[in-house]
């Protein structure tokens, strides 16, 4: 399994913010990616710093979906007043979630 990990810096997020307010539309534009398993959006909402996590089955189709997910980072940084800071790709070593 392999990761991308996208930096994003905005303003910070009051407590009565929508964190997901537009999830929805941005898992529908991935979702049907190629070896996409799945997505976390982490918030810092005192800093207005943000995460997004992206799992992908392979290397190759991580790689794949470079320029989907460059256009669908950019258009929500500019919709969420953000700007992207930095884009890391990772090979996952383990994962472990409850049921």
């Known amino acids: 399994m392999f990761a991308r990990l996208s930096t994003y810096q905005g303003s910070p997020v009051p407590a009565e913010g929508d964190l997901g307010a ?3 539309q941005i898992v529908r534009q991935v979702a049907d990616a190629p070896g996409f398993l799945g997505v976390y ?3 810092d909402r005192a800093t ?3 995460k ?3 799992l992908w089955e392979d290397e190759q189709s991580m790689r794949d979906s ?3 997910a460059h ?3 950019e258009e929500t940084a ?5 700007q992207v800071l930095g884009v890391e790709h990772f090979e996952v070593g383990f994962s472990h979630l409850r049921p």
């Open 41 to 43: 959006y982490l918030v």
């Open 78 to 82: 500019r919709r969420e007043g953000q």
């Open 71 to 73: 256009r669908i980072r």
């Open 52 to 54: 997004s996590l992206t």
């Open 66 to 68: 470079e320029e989907l």
């Open 22 to 24: 537009h999830s929805e």
């Open 48 to 50: 207005g710093e943000a």
